[in-house]
């Protein structure tokens, strides 16, 4: 199975599953290690590991699409696409995907006061000289960075 097929595949599923378009790429990616997919929040792309089609199969592979576009079409239209997610979850059920993991790394930054040790998670970084704790108004330091 090539490129091309597989973007036949997904486009397939997409339509016939979810009753929606697949307007983006679906590629194989032999750098995957240990998910069998995954989607890319920036350009909108589904990856498969090939290696996994190969030891598992072609219903392995339709297990994946399913979930990788379940990823994909909750993120386009803003709803929750997260693993822990409600719309996620009720979604999954309703295509029949299996809920095995291919992550998508989502990575924070925790900051701590240090009055107080409230903890703060951002997804961006923060200027700490700019805010303050909103429990205690203490001084804010950067803590850890965790990527779940
Ligand atoms: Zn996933
Ligand atoms: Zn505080």
């Known amino acids: 199975m090539n490129d091309i097929s597989l973007q036949k595949l997904v486009q397939r599923i997409s339509q016939d599953d979810f009753r929606k378009p697949f307007l983006h790429k679906a590629l194989f990616n032999t750098r995957l290690q240990t998910t069998g997919g995954r989607y890319l929040l920036k350009s909108h792309d589904i990856e498969v590991n090939p290696k996994y089609v190969e030891k598992f199969g072609h219903d392995e592979l339709v297990g994946i699409i399913k979930h990788e576009l379940c990823h994909y079409h909750l993120h386009l239209e803003g709803r929750g ?3 822990r997610d ?4 009720v979604l999954m059920q309703k295509v029949g995907a299996p809920r095995f993991c291919s992550r998508i790394p989502q990575s924070y930054l925790v900051y701590r006061c240090q009055q107080c040790d409230a903890r703060y998670r ?4 923060m200027d700490v000289a700019r805010y303050v704790c909103g429990a205690c108004k203490g001084k804010l330091i950067f803590f850890e ?3 779940d």
Do not use: L, N, S
């Open 86 to 89: 409600r719309d996620f979850r």
């Open 122 to 125: 951002r997804r961006k970084r």
């Open 145 to 147: 960075k965790i990527v």
């Open 81 to 83: 696409y997260r693993h």
